[in-house]
Nanobody, 114 residues
Framework: QVQLVESGGGLVQAGGSLRLSCTAS????????MGWYRQTPGNQRTLVAT???????NIADSMRGRVTISRDNAKYAVYLQMNNLQPEDTAVYFC????????WGQGTQVTVSS
């Protein structure tokens, strides 16, 4: 079972920045996509950004221009740099990985105050 461990969430003022990190462990050899989704209470998880080997990043329109996603394939890690955060970005952010199955981290809270 692939395990994903996130870090980097927290409280930030509007206009601020955060960097989320996620590292995969376990049978990680077949992972081809890693990235981030987010979820607010009562709503479904929605895409923030993902990276698939050999493809351009897939970034949600609401985040485009404000986030950078990167991977360290040697470490099976994925990073999300978020800038100019706004209160509507407040959510639990989940690390995501896909091989033959989909895997999720436990989530990290991001709170943006106005």
């Amino acid at each position: 079972q692939v395990q994903l461990v996130e870090s980097g969430g927290g409280l930030v003022q509007a206009g601020g920045s955060l960097r989320l990190s996620c590292t995969a462990s376990g049978p990680i050899g077949w992972i081809n996509t890693m990235g981030w989704y987010r979820q607010t209470p009562g709503n479904q998880r929605t895409l923030v950004a993902t990276l698939t080997r050999g493809r351009d990043p897939n970034i949600a329109d609401s985040m485009r221009g404000r986030v950078t996603i990167s991977r360290d394939n040697a470490k099976y890690a994925v990073y999300l740099q978020m800038n100019n955060l706004q209160p509507e970005d407040t959510a639990v952010y989940f690390c995501y990985a896909r091989s033959d199955s989909r895997y999720w981290g436990q989530g990290t809270q991001v709170t943006v105050s106005s």
